[in-house]
């Protein structure tokens, strides 16, 4: 394992990567860190075709030492598709969606659950507790299982039914609040306090390996264009953990000498009924404000106060990006939209990421001829409540 230890990005602390970890003593995440040096001696881009098309392709770029703590459901290497119909609609003729519906438990929080279940077994962890929106519980409940751990899982009763459902068929002690994820943090929060050490706090950046399972789809966009970085990469941001994680992954290719100095611009999608961060990046400030009744059809973006907030917004200037707020009536247009010219049914927050890209490049942000990745975090069969709101026929359960 090439893990060298976990550092702070506020305060530059190391700590030991050997044993459990939430946050740093300032109150900032933790993040992984590598001997890249010793990783270009061993391992080269013309040896992942040879393997496995799932994330653990890149092992020697996460965390997890003993391959029998390895937890897989086959997550990872999910398409990266061209979408001209709808792209040329739009004026960005080279649009492409990286789907992330096709993994298991049907969204990206697998790759988190992924590689955080499986070091969490491997650092001895014997329960996890975590808030969610849904779909990471679900995921984290799912992993769990496979990997022998309990799971305590916190979600607000707005949550989408199928989550709770698949917490549930997983044999997770499920929790629902009446109230936001903001609320089910507490709830865990308190758990973990009473548990004596017995319960582990894989809350939302609050341990340092989801992120780690998380930037392999950076990794993967990367690998899929031969190598080459796009000009965009657009991102829906509640927690950001997946928009941190692809500019920690980036920064290691360069790092690596597999990719140029010139990176993507990342941009941070969130809905104008829950914007934190884009208030702040309007604002030029370094911490985003909690965000007052937070509301919107793409619920698994509803976090009024995203604790990675400022590894969020550093990612967004250092890569000269932006944050973007569109509303709930937009996304649920472009969202049956798409459908229709593309045949793709993306979950709410997916389709967030296309009204920001319409209007970025009507403002011009975008320019003609520039290379755009959309990522679609969740298939859209897991929100069928939303699907009727825009409009698309639902059948009767």
Known sequence: MYLSHLECPRCGREQD???????????????????LAAVAKVVTPERFPLRPADLWRYRELLPVADPRHMTTLGEGWTPLL????????????????????????????????????????ELGVERIAMPTNGNAGAAWATYAARAGL??????????????????????????LVDGLISDA????????????????????????YRL??????????????????????????????????????????????WVGDKLPRLVAVQSTGCAPIVRAFAAGEDRARPWAD?????????????????????????????????????????????AA????????????????AR???????????????VLNTGSGLKYPETVDVAGLPVLPA
């Not at 990567?17 to 001997?35: I, T």
């Not at 045949?343 to 709410?348: I, T």
């Not at 490049?361 to 990745?373: H, L, Q």
Request: proline share 5%.
């Open 185 to 208: 943090g507490r709830h865990v929060a308190a758990l973990v306090a009473d548990s004596g050490g017995a319960i582990f706090d894989a809350d939302t950046l609050r341990e340092p």
């Open 17 to 35: 990567a050997g044993k459990p970890a939430n946050l740093c003593d300032c109150g900032s995440p933790l993040l992984a860190r590598y001997d």
């Open 82 to 121: 061209r979408t001209p119909t709808y792209g040329a609609e739009i004026g960005v003729a080279d649009l492409m969606v990286k789907d992330e519906g096709l993994t298991p438990t049907g969204s990206f929080k697998a790759r988190g659950a992924a590689v955080g279940v499986s070091r969490a077994r």
């Open 359 to 373: 209007q970025l490049r009507a403002s011009g942000w975008i320019r003609a001829g520039e290379r755009v990745v």
């Open 294 to 338: 937070a509301h919107t059809v793409a619920f698994g973006i509803t976090v009024p106060a995203p604790l990675g907030d400022e590894l969020i917004l550093a990612a967004l200037r250092e890569s000269s990006g932006t944050a973007v707020a569109v509303d709930d009536a937009e996304i649920l247009a472009d969202l049956r939209d798409f």
């Open 212 to 257: 780690e399972g998380k930037k392999t789809m950076g990794y993967e966009i990367v690998e899929q264009l031969g190598w080459q970085v796009p000009d965009v990469i657009i991102y829906p941001t509640g927690g950001g953990v997946g928009l941190i994680g692809i500019h920690k992954a980036l920064h290691e290719l360069r790092e690596l000498g």
């Open 341 to 356: 010219r593309e045949g793709l049914l993306l979950c709410p927050e997916g389709a967030a990421c296309l009204t920001a």
């Open 150 to 175: 309990g799971a305590t899982i916190v979600m607000p009763l707005d949550a989408p039914t199928i989550c709770r459902r698949e917490c549930v068929a997983a044999g997770a002690d499920l929790r």
